[in-house]
């Protein structure tokens, strides 16, 4: 059966593509064992700082190496002691000279960009640099930006209906009431996008209306004018990491000409498969306004995470249902038109396999 929601071939996430293995901050001096992309990984650093990823079971009987101790840059299996570097060769077996074959551990790429450690998803000698997604708009390694309100969290749901649902304009009004307020039908999902669509790259943009700036939006904008609007976008980043609610506070006049950017935000979510069904959830925010306003911190960050625990508990009531479900025979909405453009992309990259990531542009509309 084709997994849920593709519509052909047997994979649940494009293979040859850089996925979030980790928080930098997550990787040290002990081991990190985590299981992504269907396999165990152990992270660590070396006594340089470079963090490296091997595979997380000794060859020998099998054992996890959460536990290993690092020694002179090697992993010591807590088992029977075999040695290996950090590019997982066994360097040495404790009580013989000879080292039988298969005693290495796989070697994974791994690159390391502001607060994320990344892996590719293949062969480590397939790595390819140039489709590791280009961040800087997030301001993630920018001193302008503030990092805020990081986390992770498990889903028990396949990472595709994770990835979607970000892109899902319609389901704020009834998933998010709690958090975000209910909406009129005047303020629900923006009725048109500007799209922005190339390889590694896509993204929906939509303006709120130029209106008067109001007592509460001028004390995170100071220098602000008498009027402002916010533009919004959605963006994909490769293929798992999105940046949902990215907006630009726009001082403009009052015919809405845009005079200045006031502060930008972005909240972005690292989706990465643990297994077929399991995923990954790496969230977190930046801004370039009021960064020493730590209350207005907390309610982002708290309010992000509340937002992101109601997406999960509601993609987890679905995922025990999808395992025979044929997404073939789902009826689609107009709204849903932003989900199914970034489904069709990750299954061209797919069936792109190897040569993945060079997608080609503008895509034919989907029809609803
Ligand atoms: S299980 Fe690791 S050396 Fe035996
Ligand atoms: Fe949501």
């Known amino acids: 059966m084709v997994p849920y929601p593709f519509s052909e071939g047997n994979q649940s996430w494009p293979r040859h593509q850089w996925y979030i293995a980790a928080w930098s901050r997550e990787v040290g001096s002990v081991p990190l064992m985590r299981k992504i992309l269907d396999q165990e990984i152990v992270f660590f650093r070396t006594a340089s700082g470079r963090a490296t990823a ?38 040495r077996l404790p009580f013989q000279e000879h080292i039988p074959g298969a005693m290495n551990l796989r070697s994974f790429a791994v690159e390391e960009k502001g607060p994320f450690i990344w892996v590719w998803d293949g062969d480590a000698s397939t790595a390819d640099i140039g489709l590791l997604p280009d961040v800087s708009s997030l301001g993630l390694m920018n001193e ?8 992770l969290r498990h889903v028990r749901a396949r990472s595709q209906i994770v990835l979607e649902n970000l892109f899902d304009h319609s389901h704020i009004t009834f998933t998010h009431a709690a958090s975000l307020g209910t909406r009129t039908q005047a303020e629900g999902p923006p009725k048109s996008f500007d799209i922005t669509d190339r390889a590694g790259y896509l ?21 602000i004018g008498s009027f402002m609007r916010v533009d919004y976008r959605v963006e994909l980043f490769g293929v798992a990491l999105v940046n949902t609610v990215g907006t ?13 950017t006031a502060g930008r935000m972005n909240f972005f979510h690292g989706i990465t498969p643990e297994t077929a069904t399991t995923t990954h959830y790496f969230l977190g925010g930046t801004r370039d306004f009021g960064q020493d306003n730590d209350d207005y911190t907390s309610v982002l960050a ?3 995470e ?40 990750i299954e061209r990259l797919m069936q792109e396999g190897a040569g993945a990531g060079h997608v080609t542009a503008e895509t034919a509309p989907e029809a609803f």
């Open 54 to 91: 091997v595979s997380g079971l000794c060859p020998h009987r099998q054992m996890p190496l959460a536990t290993a101790q690092i020694v002179d840059d090697q992993l010591i299996c807590p088992y029977h002691g075999a040695a290996f570097d950090a590019e997982g060769r066994c360097a």
């Open 306 to 345: 509340r937002v992101v625990d109601e997406d999960i508990k509601l993609l987890e009531s679905i995922e025990p249902y999808l395992e025979r479900t044929d997404a073939r025979s789902e009826p689609n909405f107009t709204t849903d038109a932003t989900a199914i453009r970034v489904r069709r992309r």
């Open 302 to 304: 708290e309010r992000n």
């Open 203 to 223: 993204a929906f943009r939509h303006s709120s209306p130029c209106r008067p700036v109001t007592e509460a939006m001028r004390l995170l904008f100071p220098a």
């Open 248 to 260: 630009e506070s726009v001082s403009c006049d009052e015919q809405g000409e845009s005079q200045a």
């Open 144 to 151: 302008n930006y503030s990092l805020f309100g990081c986390g």
